[in-house]
């Protein structure tokens, strides 16, 4: 005897319970997590960031379109603001004036209040910065730091509210075609819906595989982040998130002391990734290379699974080669700030409507995230 659904979605991370937020409310919903806990994997272990000068045109137009979600969700979503003031600063050498140029640029298409700033402005708003290090600057001051767990709590209330049903371990072992619908094994056993999301995070191309069909060909890689104190006697709470343009490093105040990272990108499988010790010693080089800081000791470290496919484009629609199976997957190092437009979207497209105006009108279309698009790599 198996359960049936409307839709099912796999992945509790924010890709999933976005998605089971906007479509709760359309028929009966179940997501299903493999681990105990949700978010367990890459969205509980982000940089935390909400930039629109950030990514690629497609992945800045979704980050716009989800704005007014973050600043004025609905009514008893979350009692915490999920935005809160931060601002960033990309800073770039002088062999980073061509980058700083575009990153100017890039950032000016949706946000006028993006600008450049010369060494003098860029060390007052970062005082530990060298002066001899650095050529200039890109102040996006609007960009924020997202509470990560209220977003993710919001959408899973949210989703029980509207009568969804949330299970945790329950790992989907196997899935393929009943009828007109998916047949969805999980340890406590089988469900069934017509629609199956595949909100996978890292393992989305390996669900795909459980259902016969072809890869995005989806590319886990690996970012490293370190946690060390405060350089003593500054107060660093209105530091700005400060990023090489390149994105070569990056560092953020986070609760009284600095988060940074080398922004590594090294490819692996999809695993419960942990953090290497000479990604942990690249950071504090590259950090103390740029500043006045010293590392003498790092409180805590991890790592997460950011996943790209080859455009580093999110892949969101129905697979061309199976009715009802709709990916929800490559949100690279953007899938909690592109999440509002991203679950909103996903919600309207595997009702098999169109895209939004709310978010189409920022020049977003079905195409240009489909899996069906030229460039994506299929085996
Ligand atoms: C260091 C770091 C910094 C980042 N900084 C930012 C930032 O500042 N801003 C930003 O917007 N983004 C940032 N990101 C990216 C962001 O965290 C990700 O894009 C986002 O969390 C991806 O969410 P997800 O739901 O797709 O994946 P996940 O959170 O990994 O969720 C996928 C879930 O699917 C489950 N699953 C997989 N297979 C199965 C199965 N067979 N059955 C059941 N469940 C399954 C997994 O257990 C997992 O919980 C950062 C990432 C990292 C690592």
Not at 170 to 180: K, N
Request: aromatic fraction near 8%; charged fraction near 20%; include cysteine.
């Amino acid at each position: 005897m198996s359960d049936g659904y409307d839709f099912i979605v796999v992945g509790g991370g924010i890709a999933g319970v976005s998605a089971g937020y906007f479509l709760a409310p359309h028929g009966r919903l179940l997501l299903l997590e493999r681990e105990s806990a949700l978010a367990y994997h890459t969205t509980g272990r982000s940089a935390a960031i909400y930039t629109q000068a950030y990514g690629n045109a497609a992945v800045r137009a979704l980050t716009v379109a989800g704005h007014d979600f973050f600043t004025t969700p609905p009514e008893g979503f979350s009692d915490h603001a999920l935005l809160g003031p931060r601002g960033a600063l990309f800073i770039g050498r002088d062999d980073q004036r061509e980058a700083l140029d575009r990153a100017e640029a890039e950032g000016r298409q949706f946000v006028d209040t993006v600008r450049r700033v010369d060494v003098a402005e860029a060390c007052a708003i970062l005082p530990v910065l060298r002066p001899d290090y650095v050529a200039g600057a890109v102040l996006e001051p609007d960009a924020m730091d997202i509470d990560v767990h209220a977003l993710h709590q919001g959408f899973v209330r949210g989703i029980r509210a509207r009568g969804g049903t949330i299970r945790t371990e329950a790992a989907v072992l196997a899935l393929g075609r009943d009828g007109a619908d998916w047949s969805v094994e999980t340890p406590g056993g089988a469900c069934t819906a017509p629609v199956v999301i595949n909100a996978a995070g890292a393992w989305c191309d390996e669900l795909a595989a459980m259902a016969g069909l072809d890869p995005v060909g989806l590319v886990p890689k690996r970012r490293t982040a370190v946690v060390f104190d405060a350089p003593p006697g500054l107060d660093i709470d209105a530091w700005p998130l400060t990023i090489d343009v390149d994105e070569e490093f990056y560092f953020k105040p986070e609760a009284g002391k600095v988060m940074g990272s080398p922004a590594d990108e090294t490819p692996m499988p999809p695993c419960d990734v942990q953090p290497e010790e000479l990604e942990i010693a690249i950071a504090i080089d590259r950090i103390q290379t740029a500043t006045t800081m010293t590392v003498d000791r790092v409180s805590h470290h991890w790592a997460g699974l950011r996943s790209f496919v080859a455009d580093k484009t999110p892949v969101v629609g129905f697979d061309p080669a199976a009715p009802g199976f709709f990916w929800l997957a490559g949100q690279g190092g953007y899938g909690i700030q592109t999440a509002p437009a991203l679950g909103r979207l996903t919600a309207d497209l595997a009702r098999g409507g169109d895209v939004p105006a709310e978010i189409g009108d920022f020049g977003v279309t079905a195409a240009d995230l489909s899996p069906a698009r030229a460039g994506l790599r299929k085996s």
